[in-house]
């Protein structure tokens, strides 16, 4: 019965994905799809925090946390890309 929660769940990411793939392509602004990508992110985190748990181990420990800091790094970026135009500003006052 565990298994097929598990399975059920992974189903429910992979959706999840699907249509935040969707809103990525067809999102009307750019602040749709940043969350978009954020919410990509968060659902490969549980997708592999899922797989984690049906293979009873815990070497993707370190994998969730790496997408995790990835797509927090990403999502600053890109936010900070849509409220000025750029991500690195350089400030030469020589």
């Known amino acids: 019965m565990f298994e097929w929660l598990l399975l059920f769940c992974m189903f429910l990411l992979s959706v999840s994905i699907v249509v935040a793939v969707f809103r990525l392509i067809k999102g009307p602004s750019m602040s749709d799809r940043v969350l978009s990508l954020d919410s990509i992110g968060y659902n490969i985190i549980?997708?592999?925090?899922?797989?984690?748990?049906?293979?009873?181990?815990?070497?993707?420990?370190?994998?969730?946390?790496?997408?995790g800091i990835i797509a927090f790094l990403g999502t600053i970026?890109?936010?900070?890309?849509?409220?000025?135009?750029?991500?690195?500003?350089?400030n030469r006052d020589e």
């Open 46 to 67: 549980g997708i592999v925090t899922v797989l984690t748990v049906m293979m009873k181990t815990q070497a993707f420990l370190e994998i969730i946390l790496l997408i």
């Open 77 to 90: 970026a890109l936010s900070k890309f849509v409220e000025r135009g750029v991500v690195i500003e350089y």
